[in-house]
T-cell receptor, first 110, second 115 residues
Framework: AQSVTQLGSHVSVSEGALVLLRCNYSSSVPPYLFWYVQYPNQGLQLLLKYTSAATLVKGINGFEAEFKKSETSFHLTKPSAHMSDAAEYFCAVRDDKIIFGKGTRLHILP | DVKVTQSSRYLVKRTGEKVFLECVQDMDHENMFWYRQDPGLGLRLIYFSYDVKMKEKGDIPEGYSVSREKKERFSLILESASTNQTSMYLC??????????????FGQGTRLTVV
């Protein structure tokens, strides 16, 4: 069965600093991977997705993620954090259903 | 834009009540999903559906049932609500069974409190 693991339930970065949110996957077949963001009291919104077309995927709001097969990773990054990035972030892998990690709450320090 | 609409943002129900959570999507998607979200546990799949009158159990189906009489509507039913079903419930839809390229589109969520 496919699964994803997000390292760190809470991450704090200073405004303007690099954001790095970690996701490792487990899959016996080439995976289809997603990052979603959830702002308070809202549903989930797609940030980006990996569908094997390119290993570096660019998403909305300046986020990007790199698929590394050798490391079974799909980490999410943003060069410079903004206060509006404070939210919960979910990594997910697609099977017949969509399987989510437990989420990482990103805190931005002024 | 795809729109997934959940009928209520907030609900308060009593223990033992039968509770219906409704979800409607407007993009003719075949797949629909119900998740519950709890702090520290992420999103857990309750049920999903590939087509009208089709349903599949997810990871935590106990205490829940679903109904999909029309393609655009997927209802989650709590047969006899209990306090441990207090949670955020999220509905989602995606196109084409078997097409792994497509992401799910989510509703705003229903925060259910059972007292």
């Amino acid at each position: 069965a496919q699964s994803v693991t997000q390292l760190g339930s809470h991450v704090s970065v200073s405004e303007g600093a690099l954001v790095l949110l970690r996701c490792n996957y487990s899959s016996s077949v080439p995976p289809y991977l997603f990052w979603y963001v959830q702002y308070p009291n809202q549903g989930l919104q797609l940030l980006l997705k990996y569908t094997s077309a390119a290993t570096l995927v660019k998403g909305i709001n300046g986020f990007e993620a790199e698929f590394k097969k050798s490391e079974t990773s799909f980490h999410l990054t943003k060069p410079s954090a903004h206060m509006s990035d404070a939210a919960e972030y979910f990594c997910a892998v697609r099977d017949d259903k969509i399987i989510f990690g437990k989420g990482t709450r990103l805190h931005i320090l002024p | 834009d795809v729109k997934v609409t959940q009928s209520s943002r907030y609900l308060v129900k009593r223990t033992g009540e039968k509770v219906f959570l409704e979800c409607v999507q407007d993009m003719d998607h075949e797949n629909m999903f119900w998740y519950r979200q709890d702090p520290g546990l992420g999103l857990r799949l309750i049920y999903f559906s590939y087509d009208v009158k089709m349903k599949e159990k997810g990871d935590i189906p106990e205490g829940y049932s679903v109904s999909r009489e029309k393609k655009e509507r997927f209802s989650l039913i709590l047969e006899s609500a209990s306090t441990n079903q207090t949670s955020m419930y999220l509905c989602a839809s995606s196109p084409l069974r078997g097409s792994l390229l497509y992401e799910a589109f989510f509703g705003q969520g229903t925060r259910l409190t059972v007292v």
